[in-house]
C-alpha cells in the first residue's frame, strides 16, 4: 500500500530553518505531483505547495513564497519543503500528500482532492 513518511520537523527560533522530506512508497513516485499542506492548531488544513512530477514547475500559497522551496529527488522517492526565514505563524503540523495520478499541479489544492496523506510533522516556531 502506499506510504508517505515525513520527517524533519522540530522547534526553531524566527529567522531560522527547517527542511522537511517526505518518503513515498507502494507508487511510481515518478509519475505523481506530490504537495505539501499544513494545519495550524485551531485552523483547517491549507495548500503549502505542490510540484509536478519531474521537478520542473511549482506553486507556493502566498504567505511563503520566496521562504519556502520545495523540491524533489525522483531517485529516492522523495519530496523536500525547505523552510527558510521561518515566522511564528509558520507552527503547524505538516503534511505531504499525493493527488490522483492524473492531476497536474495548479495554483493551489484543496485537501479532498488528494488521495494519500502522510501522518504529519511538527513544526513549532518561538519568538
Known amino acids: 500500500q502506499v506510504q508517505l513518511v515525513e520527517s524533519g520537523g522540530g522547534l526553531v527560533q524566527a529567522g531560522g530553518s527547517l527542511r522537511l522530506s517526505c518518503a513515498a512508497s507502494?507508487?511510481?513516485?515518478?509519475?505523481?505531483?506530490m504537495g505539501w499542506f499544513r494545519q495550524a492548531p485551531g485552523k483547517e488544513r491549507e495548500f503549502v505547495a505542490n510540484i509536478n512530477s519531474n521537478g520542473g514547475r511549482t506553486y507556493y500559497v502566498d504567505s511563503v513564497k520566496g521562504r519556502f522551496t520545495i523540491s524533489r529527488d525522483n531517485a529516492k522517492n522523495t519530496v523536500y519543503l525547505q523552510m527558510d526565514s521561518l515566522k511564528p505563524e509558520d507552527t503547524a503540523v505538516y503534511y505531504c500528500?499525493?493527488?490522483?495520478?492524473?492531476?497536474?499541479?495548479?495554483?493551489?489544492?484543496?485537501?479532498?482532492?488528494?488521495?494519500?496523506w502522510g501522518k504529519g510533522t511538527l513544526v513549532t516556531v518561538s519568538s
Open positions: 507502494g507508487l511510481t513516485f515518478s509519475s505523481y505531483a
Open positions: 500528500a499525493a493527488p490522483p495520478r492524473w492531476r497536474a499541479v495548479d495554483r493551489t489544492w484543496a485537501t479532498g482532492g488528494m488521495n494519500y
